[in-house]
């Protein structure tokens, strides 16, 4: 719960910051899909099944990935700040044990193709203008 009260009141604090994203009043973008969140809630349910000593390892990743969460459908900050925690999370998830890690690395893999496949039809993979 103390996640969505400091998502919802980001925005106000970002405002405050002078930060360009606290302008938007839009909840979620409407280009955004939501695979994404699908991939990183897997991937939490993947680190919080590892155990109490892997969490206790890696603190900062899990709570970066669950703040993540949280605040996704609440504000589009929410990815801008996750982006600077995502190597903790990725590094956290190779140090998984059996099933685990090979269920983390299905997952960036399975992600990689199904985003990959979204941007076909786009020209540059969507990185070029319309």
Known sequence: MSGVTVGI???FLASL???RQAD???LMDSGVSGVGFVMWALIALL????GRSFLDKNTFATGALLF??????????AGRLFE?????VLLAGLTL???RKYGFM??????????????????LMGFGTT
Request: zero cysteines; a positive charge.
């Open 24 to 26: 938007t009043t839009a």
């Open 84 to 88: 600077s925690a995502v190597l903790f």
């Open 97 to 99: 044990t059996s099933y």
């Open 17 to 19: 910051l002078g930060a």
């Open 9 to 11: 009141s980001i925005v």
């Open 106 to 123: 299905l997952i960036i893999l399975a992600f990689t193709l199904v985003y990959f496949i979204m941007k076909l039809g786009q020209p």
């Open 47 to 50: 680190l919080v099944l590892q």
């Open 68 to 77: 993540y969460l949280a605040t996704y459908f609440l504000t589009p900050i």
